[in-house]
């Protein structure tokens, strides 16, 4: 799913583009089209999820595309607990707005000069974003009027309130609109915060943005490079033979691919099985059931079969074709490490797909690790773009350097892959070549088990 699926338009796609955004993140996902439609949203998630764009890109295409009511005060009116904060949304607003004409903001905070601030409300508004406690101030003074307010945000509510900045936020929100679409952010909706809400919003739509970090924390991931299919046919022999190996899903970028793999692997004496969307359902079950009666060990599958499979003993995900989208690989790795327990997710990556690392980081927040098995190591040495490298608008955002390591959401740890998987990985397989296929016992007990699953760096 990409920007303009979820409803944005140009300039603003331009501006997206130019932030070095190529996929939105789980929030925006959920939150752009439910705000573009006007609804009332309460959304928990956290800094670093890319909530400012959730809300704000909204907004502009409001902005951008309908006249606003004759006055001068705000149309969009952000309030924010800190300064720090109302700031970088108020460069948000111009950075992702840039596009949209004549667009007029005002950062209305606390410990800044008022006379700067009275000569930006002298002119009308498009969006004000403020600190609870100047924007009372300003009021109280006449300076500022908000009975234009179309959509009010309330950002990170539950410091507002924690602050202090309850009552100043009642008062506030009672001088705008009933008829204004209001956006609520915040960590957690319960207790104050939710009462807040509910007196504040109209038949909001909760979103819950769970990270994907805290999704799958207990997967581990890791990419191994291919130079070819042949290659990649070997690493996947050498995977499926790794004794930690239970139960797997495979999968394919075709339902041909999938067909064609599934029928290689039981040549090699695999106990394996394809699912997509060209069988019947009756086939698609009683596949399905063998994998959950533990008949069938490797199940080949495209993206869309695959969704929502719940097979406890699903130990291991095999991207050999590695996923055309992040939103994708956060889908497939779900499958594994289900029931609290843990899995391995492994991504069979062909070198000209490199970037697709990154993108799958910062989509998860999660490092991928890059390793090797000995025997079978890519004939090009892999690496990988470091988060940090000032490759573009992302990379040269200052925050994201920040002291202390990354910070929430998607700022992933540059997790240089480790290359020392020969050192890890006994040297079944040397000289490459499909493993014999297995005897009676099954594959497990054949002689090949290059891949060993190495402790957790995390
Ligand atoms: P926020 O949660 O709004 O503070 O955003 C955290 C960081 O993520 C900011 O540096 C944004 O520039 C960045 N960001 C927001 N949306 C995306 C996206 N779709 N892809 C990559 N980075 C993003």
Known sequence: MNFAELGLKSPLLEAITAAGYTEPTAVQLEAIPAALAGSDLLVSSHTGSGKTAAFMLPALQRLGTQPGARGKGPRVLVLTPTRELALQINRAALDYGKGVRNLRTAALVGGSSYAHQLRSLERPVDIAVATPGRLIDHLERGRIDLSRVEILVLDEADRMLDMGFLEDVENIVGRTPETRQTMMFSATLDGVVGNLARRLTRDARRIEVVTSEQQHANVEQIVLYADDLSHKNKLLDALLRNPDMQQCVVFAA????????AVQLEESGFRAASLHGDMHQGQRNRTLQGMREGRT???????????????????????????????????????????????????????????????????????????????????????KPSFGAPSGPRGADPRRGAPGGPRGGYAGRAAHGSHAGASAHSGAHAGAGPAPAADSRGPRSGPGQGYTARPRSR
């Open 254 to 261: 075709t339902k041909m691919a999938a067909d064609q793999i």
């Open 297 to 383: 060990q490797v199940l080949v599958a495209t993206d869309v079969a695959a969704r929502g499979i719940d097979v406890a003993g699903i130990s291991h995900v095999i991207n050999f074709d590695s996923p055309r989208q992040a939103e994708d690989y956060v889908h497939r790795i779900g499958r594994t490490g289900r029931a609290g327990r843990t899995g391995t997710a492994v991504t069979l990556m062909n070198h000209h797909e490199r970037h697709r690392t990154r993108d799958i980081e910062r989509y998860t927040g999660q490092p991928l690790r890059i390793e090797t098995i000995a025997g079978l190591e890519p004939r090009r040495r892999p690496t």
